[in-house]
């Protein structure tokens, strides 16, 4: 491996060309879920609206929330929006810090408003209620309700909508009205509901702004839009992560191809070189196997390094910031199990024997990674396995042997010898088969 990476350290500036790429393909990657997910949770369960502050708002709606709010949050959520026909559109023009602001002090209003509505769609016929009574379901939490008592409700409509803002318009008329003590209502409701009851409340001021899209008759054409941007921005990064993998596939194959190339001449400029007698020892086969295949398969480990091995850790890094960017609230799940996995790679498979146990008869392996079988040198009790038999081969004394023997001692062959010719000494009967080895506890192998 050493050498392979010699080999592509010169193709450096390439190679950074592919790592910036793959860094590419991992974030399209690692994005494409986002998109999925905006696609269904906003784009179809919440008809697309992204923000409790609505784009555009008729007048009668802007006044009711405005009645909810502090005096200087009403005049800047007032001065937030211009004239555009019949509806005051939001200001293009709006700093992030002074949207975000306005989204805070919007929510509680449209929480208030929308239930306010729905009091007003579920209260029967010929009873008439005003619309500040949705105050007090704000103190009633889900804990609070008993199922059991509860009937079927009707969801607000657009016209169950306008006629909160009429009651709320003629409640800011009465005398006596004030807006101070609408805020302590509204604060003392918030300080005795949980956190978890607040946010499912806080999704509440998305169907408010349905609502209101609703009875403006642009409920549908906001879904739409909505859909066709978040799909048009996936179709575009989807084309990108297309496209930049087919630049890493290529640029990698490129580079293997060099490497290959290069090795391939010097390979044939040191074979040129070679005496008979080292192309002998070779043999031609082998320096045609070590030309083109042997070359090909290093190409090949070339290509993986740049387009997998290297694009793994990427991608892995990658998603555990993703994660940890997160608001799930359980990101330390993830990094958990990733050091949990990383210390069972590093550490779990670093036994090299097996502990062999006596059963009867049979030695016993337990569940080792490495898998070796029990026996002479593979666990605690076993010696080391006897020492393998010599090679037979041709007698140093012997006539045509081309080289030293590798056996010391007589000549362990049994049989005639291999070597051509008449041998001058005569070959020495096979040595009796080895009996069974035993460790000394039972175990035979």
């Known amino acids: 491996m050493t050498k392979i990476f010699k080999q592509?350290?010169?193709?450096?500036?390439?190679?950074?060309?592919?790592?910036?790429?793959?860094?590419?393909?991992?974030?399209?990657?690692?994005?494409?879920?986002?998109?999925?997910?905006?696609?269904?949770?906003?784009?179809?369960?919440?008809g697309g609206i992204e923000s409790p502050l609505p784009d555009t708002v008729r007048q009668s709606t802007l006044d009711a929330l405005s009645l909810l709010m502090r005096e200087e949050d009403a005049a800047a959520f007032q001065n937030a929006y211009t004239a555009d026909g019949d509806v005051l559109r939001l200001r293009t023009d709006l700093t992030a810090d002074e949207r975000t602001a306005l989204e805070d002090a919007v929510t509680?209003?449209?929480?208030?408003?929308?239930?306010?509505?729905?009091?007003?769609?579920?209260?029967?016929?010929?009873?008439?209620?005003?619309?500040?009574?949705?105050l007090a379901d704000l103190q009633a939490s889900d804990a609070d309700r008993n199922p059991d008592t509860e009937t079927e409700t009707v969801a607000p409509t657009a016209k169950d909508l306008d006629t909160v803002c009429g009651q709320f318009a003629a409640m800011s008329q009465m005398p006596g009205f004030s807006r101070d003590a609408v805020q302590q209502q509204l604060t003392g409701a918030i300080g005795q509901l949980d956190d978890t009851v607040v946010e499912n409340l806080k999704s509440q001021a998305l169907l408010l702004v349905g609502l209101e899209y609703e009875a403006q008759g642009i409920a549908h054409d906001v879904q739409m839009?909505?859909?066709?941007?978040?799909?048009?921005?996936?179709?575009?990064?989807t084309l990108l992560m297309v496209a930049v993998s087919i630049a890493v596939g290529f640029l990698a194959s490129r580079v293997s191809a060099a490497i290959g190339r290069d090795l391939r001449r010097e390979t044939f400029s040191s074979v040129i070189h070679f005496s008979h007698a080292e192309i002998e020892n070779f043999s031609t086969a082998s320096l045609i196997t070590r030309t083109t295949n042997d070359i090909q398969q290093v190409q090949f480990v070339c290509v993986m390094l740049l387009r997998m091995v290297a694009y793994a850790p990427i991608l892995g890094i990658g998603g555990v910031l993703h994660v940890l960017n997160s608001s799930t609230g359980l990101s330390w799940i993830i990094v958990l199990d990733v050091a949990v996995l990383l210390l069972l790679i590093l550490f779990g498979g670093s036994g090299n024997g097996c502990n062999c146990d006596c059963g009867g008869n049979r030695p016993r392996c337990?569940?080792?990674?490495?898998?070796?079988?029990?026996?002479?040198?593979?666990?605690?009790?076993?010696?080391?396995?006897?020492?393998?038999?010599?090679?037979?081969?041709?007698?140093?004394?012997?006539?045509?042997c081309p080289g030293p023997s590798s056996c010391p001692g007589p000549s362990p062959c049994p049989g005639p010898s291999p070597c051509p010719g008449p041998s001058p000494r005569p070959v020495p009967?096979?040595?009796?088969?080895?009996?069974?080895?035993?460790?000394?506890?039972?175990c035979t192998r």
């Open 225 to 237: 839009h909505y859909l066709y941007k978040v799909g048009g921005q996936m179709l575009a990064l």
């Open 429 to 442: 009967p096979p040595p009796p088969p080895r009996p069974p080895y035993d460790n000394g506890c039972g």
């Open 366 to 400: 337990n569940d080792r990674p490495s898998g070796k079988p029990c026996g002479p040198g593979s666990g605690p009790g076993f010696p080391p396995p006897p020492p393998a038999p010599c090679d037979c081969g041709c007698r140093k004394e012997e006539p045509s």
């Open 8 to 46: 592509l350290a010169r193709h450096w500036a390439v190679c950074l060309v592919v790592f910036a790429l793959l860094f590419v393909q991992a974030y399209c990657d690692l994005s494409l879920p986002d998109y999925t997910s905006k696609i269904v949770d906003t784009g179809i369960q919440q």
């Open 108 to 134: 509680t209003p449209d929480i208030v408003l929308y239930l306010a509505a729905a009091q007003a769609a579920n209260t029967p016929a010929g009873q008439t209620g005003m619309g500040m009574t949705g």
